[in-house]
């Protein structure tokens, strides 16, 4: 009878030990830049966030001559106010409002003529720093 002899096809153990080195060198290396970048994500989204609503409020004042009062709120961007001074022509300018990335209400203050607009940042209280910095549209420019 004559055998057969078959290649061994596979890794060995070494081998195998030796890739997940490398993969949990790269992981550590990679994972805190990656991580620690998610704070700088969230503040630049709020930022974006901020200017939509800015360029929504602004066509809301063409459109009505003013800006939603304090009472009025963000939501005047989105339904026809009931209370306040009644919009001229007022029509839908967003579909829905928007929260900041951190799951909050953008704060909003209008007398008609001005108007502050701004996010708290992570830890939901004014003032800050780093991730819990408060994003105003004054600063944006």
């Keep these: 009878m004559k055998t057969i002899r078959r290649n061994q096809a596979g890794f060995s153990l070494i081998e195998i030990m ?15 830049r990656i991580l620690g970048r998610t704070d700088d994500a969230r503040a630049t989204k709020a930022a974006a966030d901020i200017r939509s609503l800015e360029q929504s409020l602004s066509l809301y004042k063409l459109d009505n001559g003013q800006f939603p009062t304090t ?18 022509r007022w029509r839908p300018y967003l579909d829905n409002l928007p929260l900041d990335p951190w ?37 944006l420019g």
């Design 71 to 88: 009472e009025q709120g963000l939501e005047a961007l989105v339904l026809q106010p009931t209370s306040g001074p009644a919009p001229r």
């Design 103 to 139: 799951d909050m209400a953008f704060i909003y203050e209008s007398d008609g003529r001005d108007y502050l607009l701004m996010s708290f940042g992570a830890d939901a209280a004014e003032g800050g720093s780093g991730p819990d910095a408060d994003i105003d549209a004054r600063d």
């Design 18 to 32: 030796v890739v997940v080195f490398i993969m949990g060198l790269l992981v550590t290396l990679v994972a805190p």
